[in-house]
């Protein structure tokens, strides 16, 4: 049997706030970041609450606004060829509130514990008679890679199937060339033996042109 792990974000801020929305009728972070920021009491919110009371009329703070609808707003507005006045420090308010948000509420994947990745794909592999799990991101870091990658440094995890050069899974020289002709990069030849990592919005790792097919980049 096939065991698919589905790596990511999204209710991690919902979970850490004593007082929170009923998860039931709002999604995570989307409509409930700025409410779930104000509880936080996360840094920026003045920039960002004045100025789109001041040019939009509306307090994202108070109301259900998806964060990507302020989002928008305000890189658009900060990007135009007249921003505001106030739309670059409400642009980067908003970025510092976000990377605040993540760094306080998001677990780190980690590696070297009994319960970490290594513990759970160990787990994995003897519990489905050696199948190779699928690692499943919506993500285009390279958290789980990392992940992986220190977990089989390790002796106890040291004979997990891992090669992050066939775990993709993508025949990226028919996907994309570069301007001289010559592919990105490569995938071995032959069967995939390493523990899958399904990346739906691509990876940061993946296009960018190297001098060789050995370069440090495709190890992460």
């Given at each position: ?92 308010a908003l970025l510092k509130m976000h990377r605040e948000a993540i ?28 199948a190779l799990p699928v690692f ?85």
């Amino acid at each position: 049997m096939k065991t698919v792990v589905l790596v990511g974000s999204g209710a991690t801020l919902v979970e850490s706030l004593s007082s929170k929305p009923a998860r039931d009728r709002v999604p995570p972070l989307d409509v409930t970041f700025f409410k779930l920021c104000h509880l936080a009491r996360l840094d920026g919110r003045a920039a960002v609450g004045g100025y789109m009371a001041r040019v939009y009329g509306l307090d994202p703070f108070r109301r259900a606004y998806g964060m990507e609808e302020v989002f928008n707003l305000i890189y658009s507005d900060s990007t135009s060829a007249d921003p505001p006045r106030d739309a670059l420090d409400a642009n980067w308010a908003l970025l510092k509130m976000h990377r605040e948000a993540i760094i306080r509420t998001t677990n780190g994947l980690e590696c070297i514990s009994r319960n970490g990745v290594g513990a759970l794909f160990r787990f994995l592999l003897k519990s489905n008679g050696n199948a190779l799990p699928v690692f499943m991101t919506f993500n285009h870091d390279l958290l789980i890679e990392k992940a992986i990658d220190r977990a089989v440094s390790l002796r106890r995890y040291s004979r997990t199937p891992w090669d992050i050069s066939r775990a993709y899974e993508l025949g990226f020289e028919a996907a994309v060339t570069a301007p001289n002709g010559r592919p990105f990069a490569v995938n071995p030849e032959g069967t995939i033996t390493s523990i899958r990592v399904l990346k739906l919005h691509g990876s940061l790792n993946w296009v960018y042109p190297v001098r060789s097919a050995n370069d440090a980049k495709n190890s992460i």
